[in-house]
């Protein structure tokens, strides 16, 4: 079915996208990670302290619409990473729908400062979904923005030359 479309068109795309998603295809663009990683995998010491909880939702969209104001109104900015935790574990949840998440929670915990988990969490879109080149890329993009904020530009710097690696 792909080979119908033409290469390079917004429909080829978005179905080559979706076929690497299910299929779990990916591009083997390799990542370094920095030295600091193992540092910031667990959780952060304020993570038990902050409680939040979702409502019992049916369904991913009305989770990802309830966050933004339900959980960061009842909890504060430290309550949307978490949110967005909870929420990248509800299933059935699609490709689409786990990178958003990703991305989200990334974001939230950029708002707060936490810039090395904010990469972390951004770092799974490309490391696990590069078959959706469009979403990793700009990915990409903005780990490197947060490995400025860390004054970390060498690490900006081999992050932005990656990219190609993810357009092939």
Sequence with gaps: MLSNFKRGTVGADIGWA???????????????????????????????????????????????????????ESEGARGLPKAWALLSEFTPITCTEKILTFRMGAVAYSEIGDHHRAIEWAWQVPEKFSGDTNSSVSTLKFIASEFEKLREPEHAQAIRRSIPCFLR
Excluded at 45 to 70: A, E
């Design 18 to 72: 979706g076929f690497a998603c299910l299929s779990g295809i990916t591009n083997n663009c390799r990542l370094a990670k920095p030295e600091w990683w193992s540092r910031y995998q667990d959780q952060p010491g304020w993570w038990t302290n902050v409680p939040v909880t979702l409502p019992k939702v049916t369904c991913f969209r009305d989770g990802f619409h309830y966050i933004p104001s339900g959980a960061k």
